[in-house]
């Protein structure tokens, strides 16, 4: 689940630089750019989730791409919208976050797994 974003549409990040908080089943996290440039766009906003390995944000290294990085977002299928407090609903479990990808889309490092005893 995204908590927030730090960066905003059309801010310059740094390789290393957080651009988001997502929170895991034990605690919040930041997530870091894997690359500089421009963050395009949003793919998954604040209170969205989705799946290990999906884009949650487009990086581009010039303005000009910014339009194209733009449609190949809305291509994508949209994220799971954020679920109301009071739903009664199990949520999914918690996810770690794809990191905002360069262009084409790249999957982040794995993330561990964390191991459940029964």
């Known amino acids: 689940k995204i908590v927030s974003w730090l960066k905003n549409p ?12 997502v929170e ?21 906003p604040e209170g969205g989730m989705t799946g290990v390995g999906n884009a949650i944000a487009y990086l581009v290294d010039q ?7 733009k449609a190949q977002a809305g291509s994508a299928a949209p994220p799971a919208a954020p679920q ?3 739903d009664n609903t199990t949520p999914p479990p918690p996810t770690a976050p794809a990191a905002i990808e360069a262009k084409p889309a790249a999957p982040a490092a794995p993330a561990a797994t964390p191991s459940r005893s029964r």
């Not at 895991?24 to 998954?44: H, N, P």
């Not at 303005?63 to 990085?69: F, G, W, Y």
């Open 10 to 21: 059309g801010d310059r990040v740094a390789k290393g630089e957080s651009v988001a908080i």
């Open 84 to 86: 109301a407090a009071d």
């Open 63 to 69: 303005e000009s791409e910014i339009e194209a990085a």
């Open 24 to 44: 895991s089943d034990k605690a919040d996290m930041d997530v870091e750019a894997f690359d500089e440039g421009i963050l395009a766009t949003i793919v998954v």
